[in-house]
């Protein structure tokens, strides 16, 4: 059996995780499956129109929402 030492900092900060590399690899396999999602130029846009409408206080909440379809629904 082989002996590792962890260095204290390490130990410390909680930075140190050991899983059997069997599992590490099927962990590294699994990421390569997930897809990211890339915005295009105009979602990036539309992205940061609404941030700046959210910053000015132009937005309505779901309860909002729900109380008008309720009010137009009659």
Do not use: C, N, W
């Not at 962890?6 to 897809?35: C, F, N, Q, S, T």
């Amino acid at each position: 059996m082989s002996t590792v030492t962890i260095p204290k900092e390490l130990a410390k900060k909680g930075d140190l995780v050991l899983i059997p590399r069997k599992e590490y690899e099927a962990l590294l396999l699994g990421r390569r499956k997930i897809k990211t999602f890339k915005p295009t130029a105009a979602q990036k846009r539309a992205l940061e129109e609404a941030r700046r409408q959210l910053a000015r206080g132009d937005y309505f909440t779901l309860r909002d929402l729900k109380h008008e379809l309720d009010r137009t629904s009659r």
